[in-house]
């Protein structure tokens, strides 16, 4: 087997990996850089798209999706496996990625015609973007996927956004059969939404993340309370609220968190919840309202706590004071108006959507706060905020910064270096090799440092392109493909009869409790066209797993 790394090896974007075994050609993500790299889009692939026989994908942001529509262009047609949510989301990411594409492109011909210049294309349109989208096979976390006779694949959840996956590679060559673990990208435990990042017990080799591997998340218990606190100091001098955001994960994360906030107050005559209910809660992004939307019809793969505020009637994201905007012309509305207001918009490092307008609308004003909730890449405007610049250029022009510029910790989606070693203490068969990627280069040598001392794993920092070839004395542990192939053991014991009865009965309390819920809706008159739509669609894809469950218990 051999392993070449291609992308967020210099840097945190841009991921991307080769895995060449038995004359077949792996592609783990296929992400766009952002930042200071995003030049490096333009480049040329260090292979032949069309020689790529499968994309394991481990989740739908761009830094890790993004250049798979220009892969579909430029002659892949593979098969892309990912998580059904994830594969969800990059219907709507990629055709947004594609739209922005397009609308670059446009704007640097206008500027080009002008002077003369030759035009350019747009790296790729939203038509490759729903080309690429027919190469997608979305599978179920969990699920054991024999991808040909000697490659088998496994997902399971990293908690870092919806349907964010580790990936479990076991690939035969020889009669060896050797597990290759790829983290994608991992999630803190306790994530708003999300279950915690699923423990995987062995692997021969390892390819981590490292992007807080020389950080800690401060506040995680304080994070809520301090943003409602920024808020209500800057509304109570006049300001307005501006968060960049991630459209997917983050602004929803905060949507649940505010929603909880406002939950958590809701017996209480608290000051704070009152003041904050007169805020209105706008957001400004029409890929976050569609992430929202999938969001929702992706529930099952909630944590425990978000499923039991589902099941006792509360939707984790919506509030009463929280508004979706759609139009450009709704979204320069709010820039016209002066009244106090949240302003969630995207992108996450203001690198492009319609952030930028109301950064342009709102730095120079020193009541108002930007806050900022999640990571900042190097050369990103988020991160020249964060470092303290004065003046910064916004859609061309030169803004001063007098706005208070806040960065809230305990929101990002990366677990930091405590999680991230927490996680690895969960292999029991230990990785002979940790290959570190996605972090700055200061990040990755400090957490190589603290694996080798603490957990006593040999790590590799992987060269840009360079070829890491495994031999087959290398390999910790044999084993055989069968042994990977079953989800369970071949007999079957009398525990796991009994989580089987256990499940059942937790699943036959959820019905119950979503029927009554549902029934009880209805008879309040609360439905609309769409309500009604959303709960007629939903019936009859339950009734359709009913009837599959049925099936497979017939003797």
């Known amino acids: 087997m051999k392993i070449r790394f291609l992308g967020a090896v210099r840097g945190v974007t841009g991921s991307s990996h ?10 783990l993500d296929c992400g766009m850089y952002q930042g200071k790299d995003e030049d490096l889009n333009y480049e040329e692939f260090e292979f032949n798209p069309s020689e790529i026989d499968y994309l394991l994908l ?39 990625s594609a739209h922005i594409q397009e609308s670059e ?8 015609r002008r002077s003369g210049r030759a035009l350019v294309e747009p790296m790729y349109t939203q038509e490759d973007a729903e080309l690429s989208l027919k190469y997608f096979y979305p599978v179920l976390y969990d699920q054991i996927i024999n991808i040909d006779e000697n490659i088998t694949v496994r ?28 983290s994608g990208d991992l999630g803190m435990k306790d994530k708003a939404l999300l279950r915690d990042p699923s423990i995987i017990e062995s692997a021969d080799y ?11 998340h401060e506040n995680l218990e304080t994070r809520t309370e301090g943003l409602v606190n920024i808020i209500l100091d800057t509304v109570e001098r006049g300001g307005s609220v501006i968060i960049p955001s991630f459209a997917v994960g983050r602004t929803q994360e905060i949507i649940y968190e505010l929603n909880k906030f406002l939950e958590c107050h809701a017996d209480e005559k608290s000051n704070n919840r009152k003041k904050f209910m007169d805020i209105p809660v706008y957001i400004d992004s029409p890929l976050a309202t569609k992430a929202t939307e999938i969001f929702k019809q992706n529930a099952n793969v909630f944590d425990d706590e978000a499923r039991r505020c589902i099941l006792e009637g509360d939707n984790p994201l919506e509030f009463e004071n929280l508004h979706f ?13 002066k009244e106090p207001k949240i302003i969630i918009s995207a992108s996450g490092m203001c690198e492009a959507g319609r952030i930028k307008h109301h950064l342009k609308h709102h730095l120079w004003k020193k009541e108002s706060s930007i806050v900022f909730v999640g990571y900042q890449a190097e050369g990103t ?18 803004i001063r910064v007098n706005a208070q510029i806040h960065n809230v910790q305990g929101f990002s989606g990366h677990a930091d270096k405590n999680a991230l070693l927490e996680w690895l203490r969960g292999f029991s068969d230990k990785p002979k090799k940790v290959f570190l990627v996605h972090g700055e280069a200061e990040s990755k040598l400090s957490f190589a440092e603290e694996i080798e001392k603490t957990l006593k794993l040999s790590c590799i920092i992987p060269e840009y392109n360079k070829v890491y070839e495994t031999k087959k004395q290398q390999i910790i542990k044999e084993i055989a493909v069968e042994e990977v192939e079953e989800t369970r053991p071949r007999s079957i014991d009398v525990s796991q009869i009994e989580d089987l009865k256990k499940e059942i009965e937790k699943i036959k309390e959820i019905f119950e409790k979503t029927m009554a819920n549902t029934k009880d809706y209805i008879e309040d008159d609360n439905l609309n066209a769409k309500k009604y739509k959303d709960i007629s669609n939903n019936i009859l894809a339950l009734e359709n797993e009913i009837l599959n469950l049925s099936m497979a218990s017939t003797k």
């Open 325 to 337: 905007t759609q139009s450009v012309e709704e979204s320069k509305i709010l820039n016209a108006s």
């Open 58 to 96: 481990s989740h739908s942001h761009i830094d890790h999706s993004g250049r798979i529509p220009l892969l579909v262009k430029k002659g892949f047609r593979g098969k892309i496996y990912c998580s059904k949510p994830a594969y969800d989301l990059c219907g709507i990411m990629l055709m947004d």
């Open 18 to 27: 080769l895995i060449q075994a038995n004359d077949k050609k792996i592609l």
């Open 155 to 182: 997902f399971k959840d990293a908690g870092h956004i919806l349907g964010s996956a580790i990936t479990e590679v076991w690939i035969n060559e020889e009669g060896t059969t050797t597990k290759l673990v790829y």
């Open 206 to 216: 390892l390819i981590i993340e490292s992007t807080y591997g020389n950080r800690l």
């Open 381 to 398: 405007l988020g991160r020249k905020l964060i470092d303290g610049e004065k003046y910064v250029k916004v859609l061309g022009e030169e």
């Open 105 to 112: 492109a446009e704007w640097k011909n206008v500027k080009a």
